[in-house]
């Protein structure tokens, strides 16, 4: 509850006479005014000691204050609620949405057990090929194009993978059988 020293322009001499006469507040003077529905001024002039029309510029100045607050205070009381939001925002935004975008995982390459050697496993030059991800249940293989940079005599073929490539394969590593096969355009 504001005090009756918070309203605009009123004087020490009103203030001590307001509080004389049991009125510490805007909202005592409000509620007396609100009781008596007939002659509320006269009444309240009568209380308080002071003139009708000194009370009607008085509450009438606690309105307009109460009246700016309430209406250009919103954003100047809330500003700094209104900036945490939009901060925790951006940060979500980064995290959520900008952060894996950029820093997608790319692999440059992946070695492979392959479960039987290709025919042209003695290549020395990288080459397109198809690498089949044939499951060990029934599910049906993943074919991907690849880049095959050398298969050594054990089986184990190292391959340079593009894009979402690497997502593809790291799912079936442990799970398929790897087979390379000659690319087909």
Do not use: C
């Not at 492979?112 to 499951?135: I, S, W």
């Amino acid at each position: 509850m504001p005090d009756v020293d918070s309203i605009p322009g009123i004087t020490d001499a009103e203030i001590t006479t307001l509080r004389n006469a049991s009125f510490t507040s805007t909202q005592d003077l409000w509620a007396r005014l609100a009781e008596d529905k007939a002659g509320a001024l006269d009444g309240l002039a009568a209380a308080t000691g002071l003139s009708t029309d000194r009370l009607v510029t008085l509450l009438g100045a606690d309105l307009m204050r109460h009246y700016s607050q309430v209406r250009g205070g919103l954003l100047r009381r809330h500003w700094l609620d209104y900036a945490a939001v939009a901060v925790v925002l951006l940060l979500a935004w980064a995290v959520f949405i900008w952060r894996p975008a950029i820093q997608e995982p790319r692999l440059e390459r992946l070695r492979v057990q392959l479960k039987q050697m290709p025919a042209d496993a003695a290549r020395k030059t990288p080459y397109r090929a198809n690498l089949v991800a044939a499951g060990r249940s029934a599910a049906e293989p993943v074919i991907e194009e690849v880049t095959g940079v050398e298969v050594q005599k054990d089986s184990v073929a190292t391959l340079e993978l593009e894009g979402d490539q690497l997502h593809k394969i790291s799912r079936l590593l442990g799970t398929s059988d790897f087979y390379l096969a000659q690319h087909v355009p």
